[in-house]
Nanobody, 118 residues
Framework: VQLQASGGGLVQAGGSLRLSCAAS????????VDWFRQAPGKEREFVAG????????YYSESAKGRFTVSRDLAKNTIYLQMNSLKPEDTAVYYC????????????WGQGTQVTVSS
């Protein structure tokens, strides 16, 4: 499966963005998808994830209450709705897919830049 992340941009603190992760391939419904981010000089960190059912979701402590991950099976797309953005959310955001039950990510998107100004 191939992934294409998009939706990043420049936003003021307190604003919102919605990231998209579009997948190609007929078996995408078998994959769980996680969002990661990496800020300059920092390690990549987990942000949010959604299981293949689209029902179970998971969030980092920093994302809880502000970010929402969702899945549109018909469109083969995963969304990350980010509200109440803070300058510390500035990073390149990546989506990654792995077969349900697997520990390895089989595919990564190319990343989309999110910049939050204060």
């Amino acid at each position: 499966v191939q992934l294409q992340a998009s939706g990043g941009g420049l936003v003021q603190a307190g604003g919102s963005l919605r990231l998209s992760c579009a997948a190609s391939g007929p078996t995408f419904s078998r994959y769980a998808v996680d969002w990661f981010r990496q800020a300059p000089g920092k390690e990549r960190e987990f942000v949010a994830g959604i299981r293949r059912s689209g029902i179970s979701t998971y969030y980092s402590e920093s994302a809880k209450g502000r970010f929402t991950v969702s899945r549109d099976l018909a469109k083969n797309t995963i969304y990350l709705q980010m509200n109440s953005l803070k300058p510390e959310d500035t990073a390149v955001y990546y989506c990654a897919a792995k077969l349900s039950g697997s520990a390895q990510y089989g595919s990564w998107g190319q990343g989309t830049q999110v910049t939050v100004s204060s």
